[in-house]
């Protein structure tokens, strides 16, 4: 426990460690965050081609929503255009036979027109999908049943039917902002990698490596209580950084507290696992500091910490794909959009691979002491 207690010390010891763990990740999430809260109204376009009960209920629905829809008309024909010359956001096309398909259980007959590689326009079009996600839901639900199916759709406008898959637009925008800010805290977590190098390069330049390996204390145990006194920091980071975005910046983690926790601590992990290997292998702090350097913004910006990962081109999205980074992103924005922890069970297995082998690595090479 030697090494622990002393790890743990050392890091809470400098000031420097505060800022970039604690204090950079805040500000940077605030700063963000808060210049991208406005009350953003979206240009819509809908063109009815089905005419029926359902589909005035549709239209209601986006009246409804005056302060962040604007309803603007163009003929069917001049939709693609009006998307491309950004006179519109969105332009909705319900074809013929939508509400028959609709309450018989069938694909529902909708055409969107919005503009791809980009994330500005997500939240209207999370607002506009949730309509005809709640009429699905219905249909499944009342049997085929006409009659309790528009009761139940009355209900739903009204706002007396709550269900699981429905996304207000305020929800959707604030996902959004949610996402956002826990790119930016990422950036925290990686500094523990940082830390992590080092601490453990210090023991190693100034011969406490050397003498601890001559005491009954083993080299997996040193590097096991690394691990723990680390984990215990991030532990720390990551409750107090999500809590003052909760909190203080109405950041509503409320509901999904404990899997972004989980989560997060997982990705810590795998921080941390990256700087403990690095560590291990490197002879100098200059080569460990060159290491990290050229690690921590790739990973953070083809991850999509730094910016929506879709406005990169599909051969960086690729090598985005293969890092932690994105499976951490990823995971994240499955739990804001209210699914559960087993729908990320793809993203937590390759963290805890990933992790595992660096942490075999780490322990798997022989101590020599005479180059330690």
């Not at 090494?3 to 505060?18: A, G, H, M, P, Q």
């Not at 309450?103 to 027109?113: P, T």
């Not at 996600?133 to 049943?145: E, L």
């Not at 990705?267 to 500091?289: D, E, M, P």
Request: charged letters at 20%; hydrophobic letters at 45%.
């Amino acid at each position: 426990m030697t090494v622990l207690l002393s790890n743990i010390r050392r890091i809470f010891k400098k000031k420097l460690n505060f800022l970039f763990m604690l204090v950079i990740p805040v500000l940077l999430t605030v700063i963000v965050v808060v210049g991208s809260t406005g009350n953003a109204v979206y240009k819509v376009t809908l063109v009815d081609n089905d005419n029926t009960k359902l589909t005035q209920l549709f239209l209601d629905f986006l009246k409804d929503k005056s302060d962040n829809i604007k309803l603007v008309d163009f003929k069917e024909d001049e939709i693609k255009n009006a998307v491309i010359n950004s006179k519109i956001d969105c332009g909705i096309v319900i074809n013929k036979d939508f509400t028959n398909n609709v309450i018989s259980g069938k694909d529902d007959n909708v055409d969107f027109y919005m503009l791809e590689g980009t994330n500005a326009n997500e939240p209207i079009k999370l607002s506009i999908s949730s309509f005809f996600s709640a009429a699905k839901t219905i249909s499944k639900s009342v049997n085929q049943d006409e009659n309790l199916f528009y009761q139940s759709m009355d209900k739903y406008i009204n706002g007396s039917l709550k269900l699981d898959n429905k996304k207000f637009d305020g929800e959707a925008e604030n996902s959004e902002r949610k996402s956002l800010s826990i790119g930016f805290f990422a950036m925290g977590l990686m500094l523990l990698m940082m830390s992590a190098t080092t601490l453990i390069m210090k023991d190693k330049e100034y011969k406490t490596f050397t003498r601890i390996m001559t005491t009954p204390v083993s080299a997996r145990s040193y590097f096991l209580q690394n691990i723990i006194s680390f984990a215990l920091v991030a532990f720390i980071q990551i409750v107090v950084v999500l809590y003052i975005l909760w909190k203080g910046y109405n950041m509503d983690f409320g509901e999904v507290f404990p899997q972004l926790i989980l989560l997060s601590m997982l990705f810590a992990l795998t921080c941390v696992s990256i700087g403990i290997i690095i560590s291990r292998y490197a002879k100098k702090s200059s080569h460990v500091n060159a290491t990290v350097t050229l690690l921590t913004m790739p990973m953070l910006m083809l991850g999509g910490c730094l910016w929506p990962f879709d406005f990169m081109p599909e051969s960086l999205q690729r090598i985005g794909q293969l890092l932690p980074t994105r499976w951490y992103m990823l995971a994240t924005t499955k739990i804001f959009e209210g699914k559960s922890i087993a729908d990320c069970a793809l993203q937590i297995g390759l963290m805890l691979v990933f992790t595992l082998v660096m942490f075999i690595l780490t322990f798997f090479r022989k101590v020599d002491l005479a180059k330690s």
